[in-house]
């Protein structure tokens, strides 16, 4: 590739075309510029590279779901998690209300069941305050900024959150975590509310992808054995439905968000943001899966 990667990213974003609609389930979310777009690449030597609307902050959302997993495997460990949460493909919607027959598992930690379920395995005894807090922490450390909450967001999402309540009274029917339901669902919807924008997101992604090493910070997050198992997960089921389409056209981990994120991670090489708000019929980012597809022809990144 000749254009300088400055030059490319601008190309690549001007290049993709808008469809979809910006995700509104979350009322606070139907309110934010559907125009924005931004994207950002982070080197496995931690240098970064951004285009367009890099500084705008945005709710995480489900992205926040693969860094909450490795905050629980590293801490429980993997046969813990294992125990509580599987690793397969669901085939069903993001908020699906499905366990697995034979186990009563959630079938893997990307779906909001799976998510709520995990959130509840990270310092279990805590308060919410005090989980949600480790949390913050604990992506903060990905990010190597301390991020922060959007409170408005959290409050919307939680006044219709009836969805989410109703996995998480399942999970808890079935015995996959110990405590209060709402208390639960209150600290899963702090978590997806921490606002980032596409230069962080690309730097949390790197760090799974550098086996759990903050590249600019130099500062190890995760065991290396943690960001393989995330990875993993991200591989088989981090772009929900579409994942098929996703790995066969695209071709690395990957994980998005309603918010209008979608992270990659390329092994050993590059972590890649790109923030579009309007979404797909499955949830992800329209102008975000074109410029992946863009990044993963242009720069060869598909594993296969
Ligand atoms: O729990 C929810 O529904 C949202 N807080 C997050 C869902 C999400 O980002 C799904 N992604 N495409």
């Known amino acids: 590739m000749k254009t300088p990667i400055p030059e490319y990213l601008v190309e690549v974003l001007d290049g993709t075309q808008d469809g979809g609609e910006v995700a509104s389930y979350i009322p606070e979310l139907a309110r934010v510029n559907p125009d924005r777009l ?14 367009g609307d890099a500084d705008t902050r945005f709710t995480i959302q489900s992205i926040s779901k693969p860094f909450v997993y490795a905050l629980a495997v590293q801490e429980l460990g993997l046969d813990e998690v294992l125990k509580r949460i599987g690793v397969e493909p669901s085939g069903e919607t993001f908020n699906s209300a499905s366990l697995d027959p034979h186990t009563q598992r959630p079938d893997n930690p990307m ?6 379920a995990t959130h509840a395995l990270v310092r279990p005894d805590a308060t919410v305050a005090e989980r949600v807090e480790h949390i913050r922490a604990g992506l903060s450390a990905f990010a190597g900024r301390e991020l922060e909450l959007d409170l408005n967001v959290c409050s919307s999402e939680l006044e219709t959150a009836f969805r989410n309540l109703s996995l998480a009274y399942l999970v808890r029917s079935v015995g996959g975590f110990e405590q209060d339901p709402r208390g ?17 997101l690309a730097v949390m992604a790197m760090t799974l992808a ?20 995330v990875l993993s997960v991200m591989t088989t089921c981090g772009m929900y439905d579409a994942t098929g389409d996703w790995m066969t056209q695209v071709g690395i981990p990957a994980k998005s968000g309603v918010g209008g994120g979608i992270i990659g991670a390329l092994p050993g090489q590059v972590g890649a943001a790109v ?3 309007r979404l797909d019929d499955v949830g992800n980012s329209v102008r975000g899966v074109q410029a992946f597809e863009r990044f993963s022809k242009d720069m060869g990144m598909h594993l296969l």
């Open 184 to 200: 639960i669902v209150e600290g899963y919807t702090h978590q997806c509310s921490l606002l980032v924008d596409a230069r962080d």
């Open 38 to 51: 931004a994207a950002a690449l982070c080197m496995s030597d931690g240098r970064l590279y951004t285009a």
């Open 210 to 229: 550098n086996a759990g090493i903050n590249p600019v910070a130099k500062e190890r997050v995760v065991d290396e054995a943690v960001a393989q198992q």
């Open 111 to 116: 779906v909001n069941i799976g998510a709520i």
């Open 275 to 277: 923030f579009s708000p």
